[in-house]
């Protein structure tokens, strides 16, 4: 396929896959989502004659989920509720996503990743608009509701973050004229997540972006100072303070406990590490709480949560070292806010990095290919079962 035509496809998989989060075209765009996924992975194994490189990571990851596998599979046979664990099916995107990384990785250049990033941003705004015309319909009705109006908001969050970082991404490597266009964009989509009250995601994104901003500058105390000026700019504007309160829903939990303001994860976390005492080895199956660590333990036990973990943990570690020796800072600034900012999510949330769906495959594109790319370990050989000694 010319590299035209498979700039396209990669855009087209991008907007369908976003896209496919609608609820009125999931039944169309989902199986079209996973088509094009497999078929990235089969449109890079022929161009790379018949060749299936993969790196270390990837190898990694995709053993790891085939013991995951065999453990779910053992474990059913002695009537545990294995087979429907919902960890078994969440793994399964992202290594689809990181196999047509790799099979592709000579195509994602910086070049291709900025016009990628565009098409995530630009469809993300999409969705986002039809999120807002549905659900919101004034700004009047939204400061008094007092309940999440957007169900589906935890997975939705993802995308929206992750666009509102690439917009910033992109921004940065915009003309003049073009930037402002990015920077709309991003606080749109800001403006979203506060709307559906993502609270996760504005903490996660809050915290990532003054960690990221700390760790660009040398102008630490001006950055110190500016950020002190912002706070105290929103407290002393009833409008901001308002709208702030509304989006961390404040206002409803008014005098209420810390597990009533969590929405009541503190007490499911007690219930769930009571569950995982019972079993501790291999965990219940089929169990869902709004945090990935507790999540996996109580689902799959102490085995499943090493194996899981070590794939997160692994991937941290890779990202953390490519911003490090990466020269191209909005790339590394770019990696960094986007494992931050899942980190976050994942100790909130009970999917993140890994899910729901495809909800955060952008981040495991970008993580896999940006060392990919800094290792310079491009020389490939051996069979389709062959493997390279990539990060």
């Known amino acids: 396929m010319k590299k035209s035509r498979l700039t396209y496809y990669v855009n087209i998989t991008i907007v369908i896959s976003i896209l496919s989060q609608i609820k009125e075209a999931e039944f169309l765009a989902r199986p079209i989502m996973h088509i094009l996924w ?7 194994i022929i161009k790379n004659n018949a060749t299936l490189k993969l790196s270390r990571f990837t190898i990694t990851y995709t053993s790891l989920y085939a013991v995951y596998i065999v453990v779910c599979l053992t474990v059913s046979a002695f009537g545990l509720n294995h087979l429907s664990s919902l960890y078994l099916r969440a793994l399964a995107i992202p290594m689809l996503v990181l196999l047509a990384s790799n099979c592709n990785h000579d195509f994602f250049t910086t070049s291709s990743f900025i016009s990628f990033s565009k098409t995530y941003v630009i469809s993300a705004v999409l969705f986002a608009i039809y999120v807002n015309i549905n659900y919101f319909v004034s700004y009047s009705a939204w400061i008094t509701q007092l309940e999440y109006v957007y169900s589906q908001k935890n997975s939705a969050s993802q995308i929206w973050g992750t666009g509102l970082i690439l917009s910033f991404y992109v921004f940065s490597n915009s003309k003049n004229k073009r930037k402002r266009i990015w920077l709309i ?46 706070l105290a700019l929103i407290i002393g504007a009833p409008f901001f303070l308002e709208f702030v309160k509304q989006a961390f829903f404040l206002s409803k939990y008014v005098g209420a406990n810390l597990d009533a303001f969590s929405a009541g994860r503190l007490n499911l976390y007690r219930i769930a590490i009571l569950d995982f005492y019972e079993h501790i080895l291999f965990g219940t199956g089929n169990y869902y709480v709004d945090s990935s660590y507790i999540m996996i333990l109580t689902e799959s036990g102490i085995v499943g949560f090493i194996l899981i973990e070590t794939i997160w943990l692994n991937r941290i570690s890779l990202n953390i070292k490519t911003v490090r020796i990466s020269s191209v800072k909005s790339e590394k600034l770019c990696l960094l806010y986007m494992t931050l900012f899942y980190i976050g999510e994942s100790f909130l949330e009970g999917f993140p990095p890994f899910g729901p769906g495809v909800s955060s495959f952008f981040f495991w594109i970008f993580s896999e290919i940006m060392p990919l790319r800094e290792s310079r370990q491009l020389t490939y050989g051996g069979s389709i079962y062959g493997s390279e000694n990539l990060p």
Not at 38 to 44: D, E, K, N, S, Y
Not at 191 to 216: D, Q
């Open 185 to 230: 964009s991003a606080c749109y989509l800001l403006l979203i997540i506060c709307l559906c009250r993502c609270r996760t995601a504005l903490l996660s994104l809050i915290l990532g972006g003054i960690i990221s901003i700390f760790y660009s500058t040398k102008r630490k105390f001006e950055v110190s100072i500016a950020f002190a000026i912002s």
């Open 38 to 44: 497999i078929g990235l992975v089969l449109i890079g």
